[in-house]
């Protein structure tokens, strides 16, 4: 009866055995997965604690404004200012003054002070005599000029109108060697013996002019 009792509980420790040696192999063979486990609850834990890090580009290098620029910026501001224009309407007109003068050597300014004496920079302007546009031109004297830009309807279009009338004035300007000449000639008063319309653009020119002269002086901006 001892021996039996013996033998059984000898089975029953080999038994437990066995069970505590799969159960430290199966511990063993799950450790790596632990691990790996911990390692990614190690990054949730420190990505709660720690905001992430932005990075802040430098700042952003304005273009630096050149002369010529800040020159039309501010005859573009006078303009719109003292004849009540859309200030972005007079950027355009001031823009394409300073293609069509440098196109055909005339002064921008020049062509600027002319379109401010005959439509006040209204480029739906027309007279009782048929001028249109800008700077007034009257299509039915310089239609060869106007055949490239699809004829007479072409003058309402501010870019055509500039574009004409700045020709106009380049040819009178060497027909007659003289811009005062040329002036009256351009509307049309060439026997009126004071130069009445003349002396309007030059005064307009003059007021430009302060305005170019500011410019250049101002040191460069950004």
Same mark, same amino acid.
């Given at each position: 009866?001892? #021996?039996?009792?013996?033998?059984? *509980?000898?089975?029953?420790?080999? +038994?437990?055995? !066995?069970?505590? $040696?799969? %159960?430290?192999? /199966? ?46 910026? #501010?005859?573009?501001?006078?303009? *719109?200012?003292?004849?009540?224009? +859309?200030?972005? !309407?007079?950027? $355009?007109? %001031?823009?394409? /003054? ?125």
């Amino acid at each position: 009866m001892a #021996a039996e009792i013996a033998r059984r *509980a000898y089975d029953g420790l080999k +038994s437990l055995l !066995a069970l505590v $040696g799969l %159960v430290s192999i /199966a511990a063993l063979l799950a450790l790596p997965v632990v691990r790996e486990g911990m390692g990614d609850l190690s990054v949730l834990a420190a990505e709660a604690f720690f905001e992430p890090t932005t990075v802040v580009a430098g700042p952003i290098q304005a273009q630096v404004e050149t002369p010529l620029e800040r020159e039309q910026r #501010a005859v573009t501001e006078y303009i *719109a200012k003292r004849y009540r224009v +859309s200030e972005g !309407a007079v950027a $355009g007109y %001031v823009a394409s /003054a300073y293609r069509a003068g440098e196109q055909h050597s005339v002064d921008p300014l020049l062509i600027l002070a002319v379109m401010a004496v005959e439509s006040r920079y209204n480029p739906v302007a027309e007279s009782t005599v048929g001028a249109k546009g800008l700077m007034q031109v009257m299509p039915k004297y310089h239609l060869d000029k106007l055949l490239d830009h699809g004829g007479e309807p072409a003058l309402l279009e501010p870019e055509v109108n500039i574009q004409v009338g700045a020709q106009i004035l380049r040819e009178y300007q060497r027909r007659f060697r003289d811009t005062e000449t040329a002036l009256q000639v351009y509307a049309g008063a060439f026997e009126e013996p004071s130069s009445q319309y003349a002396n309007k653009v030059f005064a307009e020119r003059a007021r430009l002019e302060v305005l170019r002269v500011k410019a250049k002086k101002q040191p460069q901006s950004v």
